[in-house]
C-alpha cells in the first residue's frame, strides 16, 4: 500500500491515486496530521500548494506532524517521492538538497517539457534507461533547482541528477530549460537514491485518454521497488 | 445618505413603507446593496424571463448559485459571472476574486468544481496600461486557480479600444456533483443552525457591488481600491473540501456561498427561498479586527465564506470536521419561523427586516432607443483589397492579438490537474471527462462584441451559433449555455435598447438550435468617463459527447486529405477582423444567420465526427477562410494548397465572417460517406484541395511558408503584451 500524503491545499493527491491505480497499484490518502506511516511501503508527496505557498512553498508543511513518519520512512529504505510541490517540501524538510526558486522567466509554466533519464540506478527509474528522453508535463512558477556548488559537485559525482530538461532529441540545451533550473535538473535523489524530487508530473502522463503516457517509466519503477511491509 | 448608498428617493420611501418606519444605519446599507443593479436585476430581470430555459437535459434553471443540466445521471453545474470593475481598479485581485466567487456559486450547487474559462476583453496593447491591465488579469487567474487545484480550459482573450477604461473580466465554472446530491440555497428547518465557513469577515469590499458594479468607472478610480476583496485561494481550497465533505457526510441542509452583498445576501436569500426566518448575532461572526460596525459585517465581502445550514444534532460533527480539514467555522444563528431577517449584535437588535423584501428588489422597464447613429455605421462600406496585397494582410491579421495564439497565457493556467482535460486550450472547445461518467462535455465562450456594436439582436444570435459551432467541431450535442451580459448603463436609452435586442436575439437562437439558458449574469454600468463598452454578451456552451467519439483535431493531419469547406460563402465582411485590423473600422452589417441553416451544418459534423469520417475539424469565425486555414496548418504542421472559385474576389473569399461554416479534411475514401449526410442535410461542401507540403499556397496568388505562419500567429502575443521580455 502507497501512502498519498495530503497537506491542506494539495491538489494533485486524486490525480497520482488514479495514475497508480492505472497502473494496478494501491494508494490511500493519508491526512498531513498522521504520525505513523509504518503500514506502508511507499510515500508520494503530491503537488499543489500545500499551506498556499505561504512564507516559502513547501516550508510549512515540512513541519507537518506526518513528516517525521516520511523522514523514517525515507531512512528505512523505503521509496518516497515528492512531486513538484512535494519536492519543495523535500527540499525544505532536509530530504533533499538545494531549493526551488522562481521560475527565471517569473511565470507560471504549465506545458509539456522533455526530460532526459540520466541514471536508471534508483527505485524510480529502474525500468528506464540513461539517455532515455521521456515527455512528462510541469506546472509550477517554483521550479528553478538551486543549491551550493559544493552540493552540486557532490550530486553530479553521485549519480543522483534523476532527470534534467532536454530537447526532444535528448540534448540538455538552455531553450529545453523551462525555468532556468542549475544544470537543467529536473529530479534529484537522495544519497540513499530511495528519495526522489522532480517538478515535472508523472501522473499526468500516464493516462492514454489524456497524451503521452512516458510518466509510468518513474511510477511502474517505484511500483516494482515497493517492498512488502 | 440613501442617494449616496445608490438609492434613489422612492426606493428609500418604499423602504419606509416595508419597515413601517425609517430604516436605521445598517438596514439602510442591507436595502442598498440588496437593491442594487448587480444583485436585484432590476433592469434586467423583466427581459432575461424571455430567455427559454428549458430542455431535456436541465436539472435547474435560472434563479439558483448555478444552472444545472444532466449528463449521464451526473449532475453538471454551470456558471458565468463577472467581475470587470474591480479588475480594472486592482487587476491581479479583480481577477482572483472573480475565480473564487464563480467556484462558490458553483460549490453551493453541492458539485464539485471541475473547469475554468476566462472569456476576457481588453484594450488595444500598444497601451502600457492595457498591458499593466492584461498581464495582472492573467497572473490573477493564474495565480489563484492554479492554487485552488480548478483547471482553467478555455476562454478567449480579444481586443477593442472600447475596453480599455473598462476591460472584461468573466469566469465560467462547471462544476460536477452526484444528481442525488444536490444542494440548494434554502434554509429550511426552524431550529435549525446557521454557520459561517471559512474566512474571517473584514473591511474589505464593502458596498462592492453598490459602489463598484452599479455605477460607472470615472477618474480617480484608484480611490475605489478598498472596494475591490483581497483573494486567499489557500481558504477557498479549505472550504471547498470542508463543504463538499459535509455533504458528502450528510450534515448540510442548504447551502449558499457569499458573494456579492456579504452576510445580508446570504442570510436574507437563503431564508426567503425556504419561506422561513433567520436570525443571526454579528458577535459570533469571526472579524478579522475589532470593532466593525454592524452594517460593515452584513455587507462586507470578505471572500472565501458560506453559510450552511445544518440540523442540531449534526453541528457537533460538522465543526470537528471542518476543525480537521483546517477550515474556519462559526455558529452564526439559527433558522425562525418569523420570515424576517432579524440582526442581533449581543442581545441588541440592530436590523430587523422581512427576509424577502430584500431579494425583492423594484423591477424597471426603463427607456429603450435605437442609437441615432446605427444607420450610418451600418451603410459604411469597406474597402476591398488586390490581389498582390492577400499575403500580407493574412499575416497580419494572424498577428492581430484577438486573433494571435494565447499560448503565453493558457501556459500560466494549470489546464490538467484532476486529469479530465481530454482537448486541452487552444482548441474550438475544451472536451472533458466527467467523473462519475463515461460520457465527456465540450465547453467552450463565445462572444463578439463587434458584430454586437453594429446589430445587437443579430451579434448576440451570432455568440449562440459561434458557441454551437464550436462544440459541434468536437463531435458534441451542445446542451445548454449560461450567459454574462456586460452592456454599459441601463440609463441610458440607448444601452437599454441593445440589451433588449441582445436579449431577444439571444432568445430567438437558443430556441432554434435548441439549447436551453440554464441562467447567467448581467453586468451593465461597463463605461468609463461616458465612454461605453460595445455590448458584450457573453455565451458559455456546454455539449455532450457520445461514448467512444473521439474528438478530432482542428489542425491538418495527413499529407493526401482533401480540404473541404461546409457552408456556402457570401462577400459579408461587416464587423470583421478584416476591416477591424486592415482599416481600422467597426463598420457595416454583421454576417447574416439562417439559424437553420446553423443547425443543419452542425448535424452534418456531428454525425461524420461520430462516424470517423473526418480527419481534422475547424470551425470558422473571426478571421474566415484565411484563418481558418493557416490555423489549421500550424496546428497540425502540415501545409495546403487550395483553389477558390471565381465567383467572390479573392478577399473576400478569404476574410468574410459567412456563418455556418466549417474547415474539415478527409480521407478520399470517405467523401462519399460525408457527400450522403450533407446532401440528407441540405447542407453544401465545397472542396477547396488537399493537405501536404510546407507552405499555405492559395492558387496562385499566396503561397506562405508554415515558419512562416506559425512566427506571425505564435510569436506575436507574447511580444505584444510583453514586449519588454518577449
Given at each position: ?83 513538484c510541490n512535494g519536492f519543495q517540501i523535500l527540499c525544505e524538510a532536509g530530504l533533499l538538497p538545494g531549493a526551488l526558486r522562481r521560475n527565471s522567466g517569473l511565470r507560471f ?121 | ?654 476574410f468574410s465572417e459567412t456563418s455556418s461554416r466549417y474547415l474539415v479534411s478527409i480521407g478520399e475514401g470517405s467523401l462519399g460517406q460525408l457527400q450522403v449526410l450533407l446532401d ?47
Amino acid at each position: 500500500m502507497i501512502a498519498v500524503v495530503v497537506f491542506p491545499g494539495s491538489n494533485c493527491e486524486q490525480d497520482v491515486a488514479h495514475a497508480l491505480g492505472l497502473l494496478g497499484a494501491e494508494s490511500q490518502f493519508v491526512w498531513h496530521l498522521e504520525t505513523d506511516l509504518s503500514a506502508f511501503s511507499a510515500a508520494v508527496l503530491p503537488g499543489g500548494f500545500a499551506y498556499g505557498d505561504y512564507l516559502r512553498t513547501g516550508a510549512i508543511a515540512a513541519s507537518s506532524p506526518v513528516m517525521a513518519s516520511v523522514k523514517q520512512m525515507a531512512n528505512e529504505g523505503k521509496p518516497v517521492i515528492g512531486i513538484c510541490n512535494g519536492f519543495q517540501i523535500l527540499c525544505e524538510a532536509g530530504l533533499l538538497p538545494g531549493a526551488l526558486r522562481r521560475n527565471s522567466g517569473l511565470r507560471f509554466r504549465c506545458m509539456p517539457v522533455n526530460v532526459r533519464v540520466e541514471t536508471s540506478n534508483s527505485a524510480f527509474t529502474s525500468l528506464g534507461v540513461a539517455g532515455q528522453v521521456l515527455e512528462i508535463p510541469i506546472n509550477h512558477f517554483e521550479g528553478n533547482y538551486y543549491c551550493s556548488p559544493n552540493t552540486l559537485v557532490e550530486l553530479e559525482a553521485n549519480d543522483r541528477v534523476a532527470l534534467r530538461y532536454c530537447d526532444a532529441q535528448g540534448k540538455v540545451t538552455q531553450e529545453a530549460n523551462p525555468n532556468g533550473a542549475l544544470g537543467n535538473i529536473a529530479g534529484v535523489l537522495s544519497d540513499g537514491r530511495n528519495v526522489l524530487g522532480m517538478m515535472p508530473h508523472p501522473e499526468r502522463a500516464a493516462d492514454p485518454e489524456l497524451g503521452p503516457i512516458d510518466g509510468r517509466v518513474i511510477l511502474e519503477s517505484m511500483i516494482r521497488a515497493l517492498v512488502p511491509v | 445618505m440613501h442617494r449616496r448608498l445608490g438609492l434613489t428617493d422612492e426606493e428609500f420611501e418604499r423602504i419606509g413603507e416595508i419597515l413601517g418606519r425609517a430604516p436605521n444605519r445598517a438596514e439602510l446599507a442591507m436595502y442598498s446593496v440588496m437593491w442594487s443593479e448587480h444583485c436585484s436585476y432590476k433592469s434586467s430581470r423583466m427581459h432575461l424571463k424571455t430567455l427559454p430555459s428549458e430542455g431535456p437535459h436541465v436539472l435547474i434553471g435560472p434563479g439558483e448559485g448555478a444552472g444545472v443540466i444532466e449528463v449521464d445521471g451526473v449532475a453538471v453545474a454551470m456558471r458565468i459571472e463577472s467581475h470587470n470593475h474591480p479588475s480594472f481598479v486592482e487587476p491581479i485581485q479583480g481577477a482572483a476574486t472573480g475565480i473564487g466567487g464563480v467556484v462558490r456559486d458553483v460549490l453551493s450547487m453541492g458539485a464539485r468544481p471541475i473547469a475554468l474559462l476566462d472569456p476576457l476583453r481588453f484594450g488595444g496593447l500598444s497601451d502600457a496600461k492595457n498591458r499593466f491591465l492584461a498581464r495582472g488579469v492573467i497572473s490573477g487567474i493564474s495565480s489563484y486557480g492554479n492554487c485552488i487545484g480548478v483547471p482553467t480550459v478555455g476562454g478567449e482573450i480579444k481586443f477593442e479600444d472600447c475596453y480599455s477604461g473598462n476591460p472584461l473580466v468573466n469566469v465560467m465554472c462547471i462544476g460536477v456533483a452526484p444528481k442525488d446530491r444536490l444542494m440548494r440555497a434554502r434554509a429550511h428547518g426552524p431550529g435549525n443552525k446557521v454557520l459561517l465557513l471559512g474566512s474571517k469577515t473584514g473591511r474589505d469590499g464593502i458596498g462592492g457591488v453598490s459602489v463598484l458594479a452599479s455605477a460607472t468607472l470615472a477618474a480617480g478610480a484608484a480611490d475605489k481600491r478598498p472596494s475591490v476583496q483581497v483573494g486567499d485561494p489557500f481558504t477557498e481550497k479549505l472550504v471547498i473540501e470542508a463543504t463538499l465533505s459535509l455533504i458528502e457526510k450528510g450534515l448540510v441542509v442548504g447551502v449558499q456561498d457569499l458573494g456579492g452583498a456579504g452576510l445580508c445576501c446570504a442570510t436574507s436569500e437563503s431564508a426567503a427561498s425556504a419561506g422561513t426566518g433567520m436570525r443571526i448575532d454579528l458577535d459570533r461572526v469571526p472579524l478579522r479586527e475589532p470593532g466593525l460596525e454592524p452594517f460593515e459585517i452584513l455587507t462586507s465581502e470578505s471572500q472565501e465564506r458560506m453559510l450552511l445550514v445544518v440540523k442540531p444534532e449534526d453541528v457537533e460533527e460538522a465543526l470537528g470536521e471542518c476543525l480537521r480539514l483546517g477550515a474556519g467555522v462559526a455558529v452564526i444563528g439559527e433558522v425562525t419561523t418569523t420570515g424576517r431577517l432579524q440582526v442581533f449584535q449581543g442581545k441588541e437588535l440592530v436590523a430587523d427586516v422581512p427576509a424577502a423584501s430584500l431579494g425583492d428588489g423594484p423591477i424597471y422597464d426603463r427607456p429603450a432607443k435605437r442609437p441615432d447613429w446605427l444607420d450610418g455605421l451600418q451603410a459604411e462600406e469597406i474597402p476591398g483589397l488586390k490581389d498582390a496585397e492577400i499575403t500580407a494582410a493574412i499575416l497580419t491579421i494572424l498577428a492581430s492579438p484577438s486573433i494571435a495564439s494565447k499560448r503565453w497565457a493558457f501556459e500560466q493556467y494549470d489546464h490538467q490537474v484532476m486529469l479530465n482535460t481530454v482537448v486541452k486550450p487552444g482548441a474550438d472547445a475544451a472536451v472533458l471527462s466527467v467523473p462519475g461518467s463515461k460520457l465527456r462535455i465540450a465547453v467552450t465562450t463565445d462572444g463578439n462584441g463587434r458584430y454586437c456594436h453594429l446589430d445587437p439582436y443579430l451579434g448576440a444570435a451570432h455568440a449562440v451559433a459561434e458557441a454551437y459551432r464550436n462544440v459541434s467541431s468536437t463531435g458534441a450535442e451542445p446542451a445548454a449555455i449560461t450567459n454574462c451580459l456586460n452592456f454599459g448603463s441601463p440609463l441610458r436609452p440607448e444601452v437599454m435598447w441593445q440589451f433588449k435586442e441582445a436579449v431577444r436575439g439571444m432568445g430567438d437562437a437558443c430556441r432554434a438550435l435548441n439549447v436551453p439558458v440554464t441562467g447567467g449574469n448581467v453586468s451593465f454600468y461597463n463605461e468609463s468617463d461616458s465612454t461605453g463598452i460595445f455590448p458584450t454578451p457573453i455565451v458559455g456552451m456546454v455539449g455532450v459527447l457520445g461514448e467512444g467519439i473521439d474528438p478530432p483535431p482542428m489542425g491538418f493531419r495527413n499529407e493526401g486529405d482533401v480540404i473541404m469547406l461546409i457552408g456556402a460563402t457570401d462577400e459579408e465582411l461587416g464587423g470583421s477582423e478584416y476591416a477591424r485590423t486592415l482599416f481600422a473600422k467597426v463598420v457595416g452589417r454583421p454576417p447574416a444567420l439562417d439559424l437553420e441553416r446553423e443547425a443543419a451544418a452542425g448535424g452534418v459534423i456531428r454525425k461524420a465526427v461520430a462516424e470517423s469520417l473526418l480527419r481534422s475539424v475547424h470551425d470558422l469565425s473571426e478571421g474566415g477562410l484565411a484563418v481558418a486555414l493557416a490555423e489549421a496548418c500550424v496546428e497540425g504542421a502540415i501545409g495546403a494548397k487550395v483553389d477558390l472559385p471565381e465567383n467572390l474576389s479573392l478577399f473576400a473569399w478569404l476574410f468574410s465572417e459567412t456563418s455556418s461554416r466549417y474547415l474539415v479534411s478527409i480521407g478520399e475514401g470517405s467523401l462519399g460517406q460525408l457527400q450522403v449526410l450533407l446532401d440528407a442535410a441540405g447542407s453544401v461542401g465545397l472542396t477547396l484541395g488537399g493537405v501536404g507540403g510546407s507552405s499555405l499556397e492559395i492558387g496562385s496568388i499566396v503561397k506562405i511558408s508554415l515558419a512562416d505562419l506559425k512566427d506571425a500567429h505564435e510569436g506575436s502575443f507574447a511580444s505584444a503584451i510583453d514586449p519588454g521580455v518577449g
